[in-house]
C-alpha cells in the first residue's frame, strides 16, 4: 500500500515537520490558521465574558459539552470568570501542540485574554458491542471488540479485575498518529516480549496504519513468509485467554482487531469452543482441523501425482473409473487441477465481496454449475471436482481465516511440484515447509513451540484439548515464574 496517497497533495514530510517547529505559544489566531479551510471546525464566541471557545462537534459528547462548557459559560459575569476556569475540568495549556492535540482527540479549546485551557469533553461515534462475524463460535460469550481502543480496554478490564494487568501507550503514524495499548499481566508475562515489543512499535515510520492486521506486518520477524506469525482476534475471551497465559495483547485505536504475541503455529487451530465444551468433544474436533489441514494441502496434489507418475497406486477397481472419467479430458492433469482451483478461488473471493445473501448464491449454484458444466464439457473429470471441493472444505474447517488464505496458497506449490515429479514433489515441498516453520519465530520466540524446542507438558492443549484438571500452568512461552497467588500449579 502507498502510504503517500493518503496525504492528497500535502508531502506528508511537510507536515511532520511542521509540527516538529510548532512551538509557538497557543492562541487563537494561531489555532484558526492551523484548522484553515476545515469547515467542520466549530468557533464560538462569549463577547460579555471575553471567551472563544474551538472545538469538533462530531467528536465531542452533547450532554457533556452543555454539562462542563455551555452551562459554567452562561451563568456567569465577567469578573466570575477567572475564578470559573480554575475548577479542575479546565485544563491550562502552555504549548500550542498540546492544544492542537486537544482539539484533534475530542476537547473544547477554551480562550480567555491570553489563557488557554482545554476541556475534555470527548465522546466519539462509535459502533455498539456486536458478535464478531468472522470468528462465530455455538457455545460462549458474543461480545467482541469495536474500533474504539478505550471501550476494548474496558471489555478486556470487565474481565481481568486485577492490578497487574498492566496498559502501555505508543503511537504510530506521522499523519494519523494512531494511538496502540500494549496490555500484559505482570508476573505472567516475560517481560523481555513486552520490551522487544515496544521498540518495534517505536521504530516504526510510516504515514498511516489503519488496522491491526496492518500494523503487525510492520513488526514481523520474517515479513516475508507466509504464515501470520502473530495471533488476532476480535473476541473478548480469546484476547482475555491470551493474557492470563502469560503473553501480550496489541490493541490499535480504530481497529477491531487485537493482536496477541508470541503465537505458535498451533494456537491457530484452537477454537474457543474448545473449552466450552467436553474435553472430548473439544479434542475430537481439534484433531479433525488438523486432519484439514492435511487434506486441504495434499488431496488434489496427491490426485495430480498419481494420475501422473502414479497409476500403480490406483486399486484396480478404482483405476477403471479414473481411467474412464479421464478419457475425455485434453489436458494433463496438472493444467486441470490448477485451473479447478483457480476457479473455486476465484467463486471464493466472489462471494466475499458480493453482498452476504448474494455470495451465498453465488458460491453454491457458481460452483454446483460450473462443476458440472466442465465435467460435461470434458475440462476436468469427476474425479477432480471431488479432489478440489474437498480441498476447498476442508479449508474452511481452520478458524483463523489468515493461516487458511496462507495454506491456499501453500497448495498450489504442493500442486505444481506434484504436477512436476510426483510423490517425490509433495515430499520435497512438505519438507521445505517444515524446515521454512521450523526457522520461523514470533517475537523472537519459537514459531513451532512446544514441538521445537520440545515441551511435552504443553502437547495437553496442542493436538487435543485435555481436561481442565490436566491443564493447570501456562504455556512455555510464558517463561517468568508466577509471582501471582492464581491458585494454579505450575
Known amino acids: 500500500m502507498n502510504h503517500s496517497t493518503y496525504a492528497n497533495s500535502i508531502e506528508p514530510n511537510d507536515i511532520s515537520s511542521s509540527e516538529q517547529e510548532d512551538t509557538v505559544p497557543p492562541t487563537l489566531g494561531h489555532t484558526l490558521d492551523n484548522f484553515k479551510d476545515c469547515v467542520d ?52 495549556i502552555t504549548d500550542s501542540k498540546e492544544l492542537i492535540k486537544g482539539i484533534l482527540n475530542g476537547e473544547v479549546a477554551i480562550f480567555h485574554y491570553a489563557n488557554v485551557y482545554l476541556v475534555n469533553v470527548s465522546k466519539p461515534k462509535s459502533r455498539s458491542i456486536q458478535q464478531s462475524e468472522t470468528e462465530t463460535i455455538i457455545t460462549g460469550p458474543h461480545d467482541s471488540f469495536i474500533e474504539t481502543a478505550t471501550t476494548n480496554i474496558s471489555l478486556i478490564r470487565k474481565r481481568v479485575k486485577s492490578s497487574h494487568l498492566k496498559v502501555l501507550k505508543l503511537q504510530v503514524g506521522e499523519i494519523t498518529k494512531n494511538d496502540v495499548y500494549i496490555l500484559y499481566i505482570d508476573g505472567l508475562v516475560n517481560m523481555d516480549y513486552v520490551k522487544e515489543l515496544v521498540k518495534r512499535i517505536e521504530l516504526i ?149 458480493l453482498p452476504t445473501k448474494i455470495g451465498q448464491t453465488i458460491g453454491i449454484v457458481g460452483g454446483i454449475v460450473i462443476g458440472q458444466a466442465a465435467v460435461q464439457a470434458g475440462f476436468t473429470s469427476n474425479i477432480l471436482i471431488i479432489a478440489v471441493a474437498s480441498s476447498a472444505i476442508a479449508s474452511f474447517v481452520i478458524p483463523s481465516y489468515v493461516m487458511s488464505a496462507s495454506i491456499r496458497l501453500i497448495r498450489f506449490g504442493l500442486i505444481i511440484m506434484a504436477g512436476i515429479l510426483g510423490d517425490l514433489g509433495i515430499a520435497i515441498g512438505i519438507a521445505y515447509i517444515v524446515i521454512h516453520l521450523s526457522g520461523l519465530t514470533s517475537l523472537t520466540s519459537s514459531y513451532m513451540t512446544p514441538v521445537s524446542p520440545f515441551n511435552f507438558k504443553d502437547w495437553r492443549d496442542m493436538f487435543i484439548r485435555a481436561p481442565f484438571w490436566a491443564m493447570r500452568g501456562r504455556p512455555s512461552q510464558s517463561k517468568s515464574p508466577n509471582k501471582l497467588k492464581t491458585g494454579m500449579k505450575k
Open 205 to 353: 515510520e510510516v504515514d498511516a496504519v489503519h488496522d491491526g492486521n496492518m500494523l503487525i506486518q510492520y513488526i514481523d520477524d520474517y515479513p516475508n513468509s507466509l504464515f501470520p506469525l502473530f495471533s488476532t482476534t476480535e473476541r473478548t475471551d480469546a484476547a482475555v485467554s491470551k493474557l492470563v497465559a502469560g503473553r501480550i495483547v496489541g490493541i490499535l485505536d480504530g481497529s477491531p482487531s487485537v493482536f496477541t504475541a508470541p503465537s505458535s503455529f498451533f494456537e491457530f487451530f484452537a477454537s474457543p469452543d474448545d473449552y466450552y465444551q467436553r474435553w472430548l468433544l473439544g479434542s475430537s474436533l481439534r484433531i479433525l482441523r488438523f486432519l484439514a489441514l492435511v487434506i486441504t494441502l495434499s488431496f488434489t496434489a496427491l490426485y495430480v501425482s498419481i494420475t501422473t507418475f502414479h497409476y500403480e497406486m490406483i486399486p484396480e477397481s478404482l483405476l477403471l473409473i479414473i481411467t474412464e472419467s479421464r478419457s475425455r479430458v485434453p489436458f494433463p492433469p496438472l493444467y486441470e487441477a490448477l485451473l479447478m482451483e483457480l476457479t473455486i478461488e476465484l467463486l471464493r473471493e466472489a462471494g466475499a465481496r
Open 41 to 92: 471546525l466549530v468557533y464560538r464566541t462569549f463577547p460579555e465574558l471575553h471567551v472563544s471557545i474551538v472545538y469538533f462537534e462530531h467528536l465531542i459528547g452533547n450532554d457533556e459539552f452543555t454539562r462542563d462548557v455551555i452551562e459554567p459559560l452562561t451563568h456567569i459575569q465577567q469578573y466570575q470568570a477567572q475564578e470559573l476556569f480554575k475548577r479542575s475540568q479546565f485544563r491550562p
